[in-house]
C-alpha cells in the first residue's frame, strides 16, 4: 500500500561533509569559515529534509484511496511544530498537491513547506548551530514513484526576503540559503542524492548518501 511506500521517505540523511577550499579564514563570511559553511549547508538540508519527508500531510490517506487503476488526485495542507534534534523547534505549514494510483502505487505528488526556526540546533558533521529566522526556508519537493517501488525525488531550498540567522557558540550572522538536490531510492529506504547549491555565498556540491531511518 501507499502509506507503507511512501513512509520510507522518513529518513536519515547520512552526509560527508568536504570544503570547497583549503582555507579556513572567516573573511567575508561573518565568522563562519568556509568548512564551517559546508557544514552549515548540510545541517540545513538534513533538517530540512527530515522535515518535510515524515511530516503528516496526505501520507496518512493515500491507502485509503480507491480509484485504480487511475490516477486519483490529492491536495490536503497541515501545519504544526516539530522539535529539532538538539533543541528548539521548527514551525511549518505544507500542503500535498499531484496524484496517486492505490493499484500501481504509483505516485506524483509536490510537497512544499514553509519552515520557520525557532532557537532550533542542528548539527553538521563536528559543528553545531543554532537557527532563527520567520521566514525561514521553503523547501519544494518532487516525489515520484514506480510499480517496481522505485522513488525518485528532487527539490530546492530557498530562503526568501529574509535570510536564516545563525550562531555557534561562538559567533552569528545572516546567511542565504540556495539549495537543489536529486535523488533515488528504492522502497527500503537506500538510495542517494547530489545536493549543490550555495550557502553565505560558499559553494556546497556533494553527494548524500540515504538509509532508512
Known amino acids: 500500500m501507499m502509506r507503507s511506500r511512501l513512509g520510507t521517505l522518513g529518513l536519515v540523511a547520512l552526509l560527508g561533509l568536504a570544503a570547497c ?9 561573518e565568522g563562519l569559515s568556509e568548512a564551517q559553511a559546508q557544514a552549515l549547508a548540510a545541517a540545513i538540508f538534513m533538517q530540512a529534509y527530515t522535515l518535510s519527508a515524515t511530516i503528516p ?8 484511496v480507491d ?4 490516477a486519483a488526485p490529492i491536495n490536503q495542507s497541515t501545519e504544526g511544530t516539530v522539535g529539532c534534534d538538539l ?8 500542503s500535498i498537491v499531484g496524484t496517486v ?17 525557532n532557537a532550533c540546533r542542528v548539527s553538521g558533521g563536528q559543528e553545531t548551530f543554532t537557527l532563527d529566522g520567520t521566514p525561514g526556508l521553503s523547501h519544494t519537493a518532487e516525489i515520484t514513484s514506480d510499480s517496481s517501488g522505485n522513488v525518485y525525488v528532487s527539490g530546492m531550498l530557498r530562503t526568501g526576503s529574509t535570510p536564516v540567522s545563525w550562531s555557534n557558540g561562538s559567533n552569528s550572522g545572516t546567511c542565504t540559503v540556495a539549495l537543489d ?3 533515488s531510492s528504492t522502497v527500503t529506504g537506500s538510495g542517494s542524492f547530489s545536493v549543490s547549491g550555495s550557502v553565505c555565498g560558499v559553494l556546497y556540491s556533494q ?3 540515504v538509509s532508512a531511518g
Open 21 to 29: 577550499s583549503d582555507s579556513d579564514d572567516p573573511t567575508g563570511l
Open 57 to 64: 500531510v496526505g501520507f496518512s490517506t493515500v491507502a485509503t
Open 181 to 183: 538536490y536529486t535523488g
Open 67 to 70: 480509484e485504480g487503476p487511475q
Open 207 to 209: 553527494d548524500v548518501n
Open 101 to 117: 494510483d492505490d493499484v500501481t502505487d504509483a505516485v506524483d505528488v509536490t510537497v512544499t513547506t514553509q519552515q520557520d526556526y
Open 87 to 94: 533543541g528548539g523547534s521548527v514551525s511549518y505549514t505544507a
